[in-house]
């Protein structure tokens, strides 16, 4: 299709919201900011680290000596239990109201020189099982449980022990609502889920997918905004993780493990990204609408140390992208996994 | 109030989003990446420039001998002019359409070690006249001018030559059709202008201002989302950058140098941010909704380099900051502007 080499656009029916394509532009050179490799050669315990097991914390807690996941209260959280109530504000320019809630973090192994892929699939899936025990814990008391890793200096990550973040609110965020917002439209319109239809397209399709196992698909969606930006979906219909079986649950740390190590050969450097999980949100009653999933977005576009900025028409205009969605993903699935 | 010490959120109704904002966090240590502040010493004219006067650019073209504002075809553009027509796609999951557009890059100066600031108020107003007869020429054949500079090796701008870009699309980008969305709205509902009342009940508010001059205001927004974001308008109902009058094209100027040396003042450095121009679009024929303005959009938070990230929970879920607009606001307005 023409599509492969002009400029155009393309519709993110998750989010309403369209992106540009301009696939001749990525001859372009560049001289700009190069960003620091990740420091190579970390020790398996790091003395100085506040996230390794048995060391001191920036407010004077000690950890235990754990291994495996260990969940811990953020020692400066975004969201606080006590926040005082307060009357909303009324002008409809000066909306404003309080909110409340709980930061954690989730060190992934006590193993400081590991990450997410480097770990056993047997780790991987206790890093999967505590993601479902902490979201069960927390939806009691809340109206959304954002799950989610910064990975890599590029992507705001202070320490490089594997670790990500847990945050639980009184509130469903803006993101979370327009998702479900797309999602019950299409419903409605369809008959259909919207991820459980793409999905299928898209299987029919393949030149988007990247990896996949009996459970589960991870592809570069057809709407991608970064450059190398993938979607993780299982194949049936669950609308939360704690829908997941036994089985999926393992499986999903197999396919964590094969796409994360496809990302970190892609430029042979621990490849930095956040990802995180959208399902339905935990007081939902109907969640026929919603098909749980995984966005990954990592921000390197041509080397280790030259990555995609979104900025001047990105935020005032609307988001860019280089290379074709088809290309990024053929790119990942002729990549070994070891 | 009690929203200056506790978590809460807040709406921007320009773009019909939340913001969380966590004004107790702003104490957390950062021992996260560190940005490379601006090279300092630049010299008049460098031979390796591609935007100096009289050097070669990347595709062998020659730059004239210009001084002041120069204008030319981007060399490696995003959009083109003869992108061939093509069917849009027909399933509502896979839209694409194809799109035509022009690029160009415009230097503020031939001068090489200067910026926006530290040009005299007479320089930038040859500037504001070439982003006008650059928006007249290009609105004739186009749906959208983005008007921006990115700013600084941070925000993705590959060379401290002072200069900005403009891009110009058959389409109207989503950012643009979503201020545009919710101008309307507000007019039908309440038979006001939003960004007219908006300031107008700043002003007596007086917290969140940064900056006046006779014809325009810049300040902080109340659902500001970077550290030190801030909104220039003009005082009057001016739907786009054509609409202005000599005297407050000059008087644009003038604020536009205050503004920016109170960024550089704050932490001693060339202060990089993206900005940019939204207006009522070319071929809108009832423009009461529309008021022009412009967003800056810095990245730092505490120091030449230590910036903000949005990342994992603010892609995943929404935008978060951790000083308030309020405190922003003040630490901007009490700056010097020399
Ligand atoms: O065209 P430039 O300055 O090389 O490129 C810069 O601005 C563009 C428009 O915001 C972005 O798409 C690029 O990612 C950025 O590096
Ligand atoms: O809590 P951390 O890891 O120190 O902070 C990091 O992740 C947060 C959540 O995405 C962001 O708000 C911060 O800007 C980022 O530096």
New binding site residues.
Partial sequence: MIFEDHPHRRYNPLRGEWVLVSPHRSK?PWQ?QSEEPAREERPPHDPTCYLCAGNERANGAVNPDYSGPYVFDNDFPALLKDTPSEEETTSPLFRAHAVRGISRVICFSERHDLSLPSLPVSAIRRVVDVWISEYEDLARNHGWVAIFENKGAMMGCSNPHPHGQIWASDFVPSEVAREDEAQRAFLVETGENLLISYCAEEQDRAVRIVVENDDWVALVPFWAVWPFETLLMPRQHRPRLTDLSGAERTSLADILKRLCRRYDALFQTEFPYSMGWHGAPPRMGDTAHWQLHAHFYPPLLRSASVR???????MLAEP?RDLTAEQAAERLRTLPET
Avoid: C, I, S, T
């Avoid at 995609?308 to 990105?314: C, I, N, Q, S, T």
């Fill in positions: 372009r700009g995609k900025f979104l900025v001047g028409y990105e860019q």
